[in-house]
């Protein structure tokens, strides 16, 4: 498969703790291709952002315990890649767009100087170079008078050019992959619309693949072409954008998007999913949907369902899903 | 406006309200500054509707609210609470009509005293009144609990055993626990799960139905003000940009903030393809606020006065006023001062 930028086989992340072990992330699979953005969509505590540090290889080992039958990015095998040669690949080969631009940036130095730095540190660049690499990378993801912009500190900067110039990081090597995590929750709706026409651009411009981490389905709406349905650290359902909008099959995806109070139309009172999502340490057992499902039988409660394939598009984890498959590859 | 009878006025009426906070100047006796979070705001609630305020972070859409349940007190102009003058009154009759008014707060994970049972935290209102008994207070809460859909066993536990959904179910139990005709909902389900909006939204309404309240429903999720509330304000930096019943306003959006507003907001319908107005720009800082409309240096269709002379509202529906010199037009002397041309080219999106 040679357009696939990042291959994830069997990933892991579980977090031992003193009450037991949080199991974060139980084995999932992904496959990004080239110039796709992929989206992985839950709600809080699905595993979503843990997913995304342990491609990343952020996560502090320990406390946290990650495995992975393969983790390929490109020609790159990470798989069992020590720290050490990871830095040579964050930043330059995928790279990370946080949620929070306050903290993610450091607050003491200009923003110039922060992306000087990924220049400097990955490709042989005198600074004058890497300062005008920088004002170029600032320019694009549009930000006004980039060259005295760059001068500017964090603080003195506004919700939506703190993102911009997040973006302006992340693609500042051309990275291979980059991984949107929550890229526009803190910020409003008019200059939501305008980061995420941004990034969208950029991943375009560059042929870059994207990974989007996201808990509004909206977002995932404008932006992926294929989404991954997470619940309880497993993925629950996987299809192409419109696919997956106009006919969702897990009863998880269904209710979710049901939901999503619309402005098109009036719905009242707004359909509900029950209850809430399982604790983490103490998730029911069998399918872990199925004290919140409208369609769970017995058999939901005794055996968790495989994901399976169908009509070769896409997956869906579920034993009544929506739709029953035409056929079911093994 | 609507279910209000001609005899009775509106259960709540905000008259020209402007709310104020002094900043810090860069140096001691510098003159001071003033960030104008609320800038000559009218609004009229009546009874049993649900009224959304609508606007970006930091458009003082809570600071309106508190302004309007006496937790702010306005830097001019009236809040009026059932025909009286909240805040000429003597702090006693003052804490008297608070009772009448309530707020869910967004965060339930701050709003909530970690070290209180569930049960310490809804019956502190009441406690507080130190009106009612021991077992009265306990019936009380168990009644409420009931309501809200959280069990007996539920009382003695502690805010950390719940998760975000079910606190606000604690948050919505203490606001209504004293009876209150007026709650004001201040973004009660953006800190919470997307599966658990539903229910949220769904038990504020029962409860509302229920108990004949009335909602000021404070959001920036403009799906959510369209399907619950009757009336609206659209704000922008501390002023009103556009008022009337919702039916109206997303139907016919005349603002070109709102327009704006309304075009920005994602939706999940992947079928329909739309036309986006991005707005240039960020919203500019409330502090010494430029002199005309607030929004003209975002706007897609700023004119030369826009900058120098202020917007007034003005009804162009009946019931339905916009403060925009695209809508009101200017005088024919201004007309003759050129103020009426574009400022540049600019295209929509």
């Known amino acids: ?330 | 406006m609507i279910r209000n009878s001609p005899d009775t006025g509106p259960l709540l009426e905000m008259e020209n309200v402007s709310v104020n906070f002094p900043v810090k100047g860069p140096y001691p006796f510098s003159k001071k500054r003033w960030i104008q979070a609320v800038t000559n705001v009218s609004l009229q609630v009546s009874e049993g509707e649900t009224f959304g305020i609508v606007g970006e972070s930091g458009c003082g859409k809570t600071t309106l609210a508190n302004a309007m349940i006496g937790m702010v007190r306005p830097t001019a102009g009236t809040v009026r609470f059932q025909g009286v003058d909240l805040y000429s009154l003597k702090p006693q009759v003052f804490r008297e009509a608070r009772r009448e008014m309530q707020m869910i707060f967004q965060d339930p994970f701050s709003s909530l005293n970690p070290r209180f049972s569930v049960y310490e935290i809804i019956r502190e209102p009441l406690y507080i009144r130190g009106q009612a008994s021991e077992t009265a207070m306990k019936a009380k809460v168990l009644e409420l609990l009931k309501l809200v859909g959280l069990d007996e066993d539920d009382m003695y536990r502690y805010p950390s055993d719940f998760s975000g959904g079910q606190r606000q179910r604690i948050g919505i139990a203490r606001a209504i626990i004293l009876n209150p005709r007026f709650l004001v909902c201040d973004e009660p389900v953006s800190a919470l799960d997307v599966s658990v909006h539903a229910q949220i939204l769904n038990l504020l309404m029962d409860i509302q139905k229920s108990r004949h309240l009335t909602y000021v429903f404070v959001s920036h999720n403009l799906a959510v003000v369209k399907n619950i509330c009757q009336n609206m304000v659209v704000m922008y930096l501390g002023t009103i940009m556009e008022s009337g019943s919702s039916d109206a306003i997303f139907a016919n959006p005349l603002h070109p903030y709102t327009k704006a507003l309304l075009s920005a907001v994602l939706d999940i319908d992947v079928t329909k393809p739309r036309d986006r107005i991005l707005l240039k720009g960020d919203t500019p800082s409330p502090i010494d606020p430029p002199p005309g409309c607030r929004f003209w240096q975002r706007c897609p269709s700023a004119m030369k006065g826009c900058a120098t002379i202020p917007a007034k509202l003005a009804e162009v529906e009946p019931g339905h006023p916009v403060a925009c010199h695209l809508i009101s037009g200017f005088s024919p002397q201004q007309v003759a001062d050129g103020l009426h041309e574009p400022v540049s080219p600019k295209s929509g999106g």
Not at chain 1, 124 to 133: D, H, K, M, Y
Not at chain 1, 271 to 278: E, H, L, S
Not at chain 1, 299 to 309: D, F, K, V
Request: glycine share 4%; aromatic share 4%; with cysteine.
């Open chain 1, 1 to 330: 498969m040679a357009d696939t930028v990042l291959e994830v086989r069997n990933l892991k992340v579980a977090f031992p703790c003193s009450g037991g072990v949080i199991r974060a992330v139980e084995g999932i699979d992904l496959d990004i291709h080239r110039g796709e953005c992929a989206a992985l969509v839950g709600e809080s505590g699905c595993g979503k952002s843990v997913s995304a540090l342990a491609i990343m290889k952020l996560l502090n080992t320990p406390p946290a315990v990650c495995r992975a039958d393969k983790l390929q990015l490109d020609d790159l095998d990470l798989t069992h890649l020590p720290d050490r040669q990871m830095e040579r690949i964050r930043g330059k080969h995928m790279a990370m767009i946080f949620q929070d631009a306050m903290t993610a940036l450091n607050p003491v130095m200009t923003v110039g100087k922060q992306i000087d730095e990924i220049y400097l540190r990955h490709s042989r660049l005198s600074r004058r170079e890497a300062r005008q690499r920088t004002i170029k990378a600032l320019e694009l993801v549009g930000v006004p008078e980039a060259r005295s912009r760059a001068n500017s500190y964090p603080h003195q900067l506004s919700g939506g050019m703190r993102q911009r110039v997040l973006i302006a990081l992340a693609f500042a090597c051309v990275p291979k992959l980059i991984i949107a995590d929550e890229p526009t929750t803190a910020l409003d709706v008019t200059i939501q619309a305008q980061v995420l026409d941004v990034l969208k651009n950029m991943q375009q411009v560059h042929g870059v693949s994207a990974l989007l981490i996201a808990h509004d389905l909206s977002v995932v709406a404008n932006m992926a072409d294929t989404v991954y349905v997470m619940y309880s650290g497993k993925i629950v359902e996987r299809a192409a954008m419109q696919e997956l909008f106009v006919e969702p099959l897990h009863p998880y995806t269904h209710g979710l998007l049901a939901s999503v109070p619309r402005i098109s139309d009036d719905r009242q009172p707004f359909v509900q999913i029950p209850d809430a999502v399982p604790h983490p340490m103490r998730k029911p057992t069998g399918c872990y949907f199925h004290p919140r499902c409208p369609r769970s039988s017995d058999q939901c409660q005794q055996r968790m369902p495989r994901l399976e394939s169908l009509d070769h598009e896409r997956e869906v984890r579920c034993w009544h899903p929506l739709r029953q498959p035409h056929e079911v590859r093994s």
